[in-house]
């Protein structure tokens, strides 16, 4: 059985709304620790509050370094980004696995994803009427908290086109020298799309050891993908 709260005054909402945007928008330095104090020193009571805080007041509390590399990351990497980011990012059921459902399904714009009817969003590919109803009943919940975020947050028009020509997809598994958002946010910035597991079309699997026997790396090879190490991948993103 599924349970969900939606008291928007729960803290552990709020942390885990705080938590499941900065990763999802690929923020870097935004750890348990400092949401969880931001959370429950009253700080913030919404996602939006993240991008107007006092952060004199989290560098007296937090340490300088922590504020600084906090709020230089938010502001590089969530406050421009693709529709399709900003829908996986808040946190409604369902919204994570169908947001290039529904932008490739006609509802490209925050308009018409606000203005989307159960039916309209029941009929697109992969979404049909239980999850449309999630979506739809999640969306008007949060629609205050949508137009606060708005204000703050320029919604990009998706590049299909990639910085290198050949559409290298990659996905990164296992321990690595570098936190995994610090890795993808590299791929992305070659151009690179990131994934989440081993599917067909993928490119590369990046992980520690190339001759790795993993359920992931065999997986992997079965399906033709290129396993690739760190030094290997730090070599051609560079």
Known sequence: EYLECVNPLCSAVLYSNIKIWTDRCNVLHWGEALISW???SQMIESVSDIYCLD???????RGEGIAKRAKESLEKSATKMTLETFIAALNIRHCHTTAKDLVNGGLDTIEKLMYASVSDLSNIEGVGPIKANAIYFGLERLEPEIDKLLKYITIEKEEKKMKNSNDISVCFTGKASLPRKELQEMAREAGWEVMD???NGLKYLVMAEEDSTSSKAVKARKLGVEVLSEERFFKMVK
Do not use: P, R
């Open 38 to 40: 931001l959370c429950d």
């Open 55 to 61: 952060w004199e007041s989290v560098a007296e509390n």
């Open 197 to 199: 597991g081993v599917v």
